[in-house]
């Protein structure tokens, strides 16, 4: 052996609880990266055998052969071979399987083991498999295959010791050169027919498949019943995301009102407690206050796909997506583009046809994100009223908040329906999917999840936001305004003067000088727009105590008319304003040519969306 | 009695007589038998469509459920099963 720490490669079929058992082996310690030159997501981290010894363990994207249909899947198979650039090949393989699912995920294991590298099966989910009715008997699956065999239950943590000890064991005991594929694979058939011989010899005994599951299903995928619960979902997920945040938002508003408090009194006026108070509180804190937000909303889409229900809603959702040329695989990544663009357009990897997945990345910033979500709350709070629609449970401000996000699909669709047709002309996308059966989520998979996501979003306030936050400070802040001036000193600053040129394009829109300043760093990231909006104000409150205790949204409501704000709103269901959804378009598309044309084609509607807004509003007399 | 699987009835099982591999593309029919739908094997349609779409189609292999467009389905000839 090498003095150096071996790495074991977690592989497997989709839906054979490969993650549960990553995240049960190696904690939260996990480092998420991409394989070079492919947008591929690396998942590792570390774990020790018993005496000690560290192992580092990788998570390799689920697969059902050693012949990739997928980015994703090439990505399985070159590692597994030793083919990946910067990857070194495993020391040993865990192949992961669903003890329920055996006939199927052992056609992959087969294929594996066949390498010749150091190999243990994880039988996994076996109190699923006995939940199901089934009887397993791991030690013929294990006389059959070659290989050691561990029963495990990632979730409750079974096994996990066993089948470290075992791979320790393969791996010392190996004798055999790992060999390359197989001059002749056998083929599918043949592969088949023996899974399903091995399985069945491992196989005790088996009842027929529980019929609990088919029962929910028949509600669930319910042509009709089964549509209208998955509306509803969503529509409860949206006035959750509103309803539940405002207690949390309280909470760190405060603790950001009493840091600026402390600075006031701690240091002596000047640039620095300017630049704390006004540039870095001001700005990064009316970011971070939409966090219980976008946690809020990344759990229900991290709930809905560890139950296994989000396959139900791209079942529910095919038909309609295949009605303007897409599938219902590219629900998943829409669905997730809710949250964020950029680990949306990477889901879209998962689409086998190319023109189909074109169209999903090119409409995906039209779900609306997270990122939105500072602006509409902001807006919503300010110039809709907090009260509920004629007499109902259903609060008004929800409403309209889920107003935006439905203009979001519909222009979606509709984009995808004439692209369609135009620059992303192809076949009728196909639909092959793997119905996972139902599960309790698990809280501990849910949370690491949800660590993750909320760490990225702080990591983006802490360096994209906060750069671009200081650097509109500084910009508003200089040159100082003459005392004997009547301008303001945002009017007068060097971001001011810029706004005061963009102002022309976007007066006929109804867009006033404020937005013009806030547009243009929010180019950065939406929720920019936020942070500008709080900082200009903050800046020309000045020492004007009454202005200062003015709330952002109190100031705004004296500013704008609600005509403006709706046009505002309207422009940001359109608006391509984010750095990392073009970078992430330009890699995943392999040129500048399809993100030109998204940003194009997105400002085109942004404007003609607003304006719209705009002169319609203003005609009912809101101007 | 031979018929397509794009009319079978929801909820009947039947046995997979025939599949137009010719008529579908290499990955088609290479994710196709990852599912584990080949000749003989028995299968049950599960549900089809929403609203006012009948794609697509869940049907039930062995333990597993997989989900196939009706384009595909109508390449898959099925029989009643024996019993």
Known sequence: ?623 | MNAKLDSAPIGVAVRISRIDWDAMSHDEGRRLREFGLMEGIEITPLHRGSLFSRDPLALSVGRMQVIIRARQAAMIEVAPTAS
């Open chain 1, 1 to 623: 052996m090498t003095a150096a720490i071996p790495t074991i490669a977690l592989v497997g079929n989709p839906n054979a609880g490969k993650s549960s058992l990553f995240n049960a082996l190696t904690g939260a310690r996990q480092k998420i990266a991409n394989y070079p030159g492919v947008t591929v997501e690396r998942k590792a981290g570390h774990a020790s055998f018993a005496d000690g010894r560290p192992m580092s363990l990788v998570d390799l994207p689920g697969s059902y052969s050693l012949t990739p249909a997928s980015p994703d899947e090439a990505v399985t198979r070159d590692v597994v071979l030793g083919q990946q650039a910067g990857e070194r090949r495993p020391d040993a393989l865990v192949v992961v399987v669903d003890a329920a699912n055996l006939d199927n995920h052992l056609c992959f294991a087969l294929e594996l083991i066949a390498l010749g590298l150091p190999t243990v099966v994880a039988l996994n989910m076996l109190d699923l498999a006995e939940r199901d009715g089934l009887t397993l008997d791991p030690a013929i699956l294990s006389r059959e295959l070659g290989v050691p065999v561990v029963p495990t239950v990632a979730v409750r943590k079974r096994g996990l010791t066993d089948l470290l000890a075992a791979v320790d064991g393969a791996i010392l005991s190996h004798q055999t050169q790992a060999s390359a594929l197989p001059a002749s694979p056998p083929s599918d058939a043949a592969l088949h027919q023996r899974a399903k011989a091995i399985a069945r010899a491992a196989t005790l005994s088996e009842t027929p498949v529980r019929r609990w599951t088919q029962r929910v299903d028949a509600v669930l995928l319910h042509p009709v019943a089964g549509f209208l619960i998955l509306l509803g979902l969503m529509f409860v997920m949206f006035q959750g995301v509103y309803a539940w945040s405002e207690a949390p938002i309280g909470w760190i508003e405060g603790g950001i009102a009493a840091l600026q408090g402390a600075v006031d009194t701690a240091l002596p006026d000047g640039f620095l407690r300017g630049l704390i108070i006004e540039g870095i509180l001001g700005g990064v804190g009316s970011v971070i206050v939409f966090l219980p937000q976008i946690l809020i909303l990344f759990l229900f889409i991290l709930l809905l796909e560890a139950t296994g229900y989000m396959t139900r809603a791209a079942f529910l959702m095919d038909g309609i997506m295949a009605k303007v040329g897409l599938s219902g695989r590219g629900f998943i990544p829409l669905l997730s583009s809710f949250a964020c663009a950029v680990p949306g357009i990477m889901a879209t990897r998962a689409i086998p046809d190319a023109k189909d997945r074109l169209t999903t990345i090119l409409i995906a910033p039209l779900m609306t994100c997270s990122a939105r979500l500072p602006v509409y709350t902001l807006i919503i709070g300010a110039f809709i009223p907090n009260t509920n629609v004629g007499g109902s449970p259903v609060g008004l401000q929800g409403l309209v908040l889920f107003g935006l996000y439905l203009s979001g699909i519909v222009g979606a669709l509709v984009v995808a329906l004439v692209l369609r047709r135009t620059v992303a002309k192809g076949t009728a996308a196909g639909f092959m999917m793997e119905m996972p059966r139902y599960q309790w989520p698990r809280l501990r998979d849910v949370g690491i999840a949800l660590w993750q996501r909320a760490w990225i979003f702080l990591r983006r306030a802490g360096t994209i936001i906060f750069v671009t936050t200081i650097a509109l400070w500084l910009l508003l802040s200089y040159p100082k305004v003459p005392t004997a001036s009547s301008d303001s000193q945002v009017d007068y600053s060097v971001a001011g003067r810029i706004a005061s040129g963009l102002e022309v394009v976007v007066a006929p829109i109804g867009f006033n000088h404020d937005i013009a300043l806030a547009l243009i760093p929010a180019m950065a990231a939406r929720e920019v727009a936020v942070s500008a909006l709080a900082t200009a104000n903050a800046i020309d409150a000045g020492d004007d105590e009454e202005a200062m205790a003015q709330s952002l949204s109190e100031r705004l409501q004296g500013r704008w008319s609600i005509a403006t704000a709706l046009a505002f709103l309207a422009w940001f269901v359109f608006a391509p304003q984010c750095i990392s959804t073009i970078a992430i378009t330009r890699r995943e598309t392999n040129g500048w040519k399809w993100p030109l044309f998204m940003v194009g084609y997105l400002f085109l509607l942004a404007y003609a969306a607003a304006g719209i807004t705009y002169w319609t509003a203003v005609a009912f007399g809101l101007g």
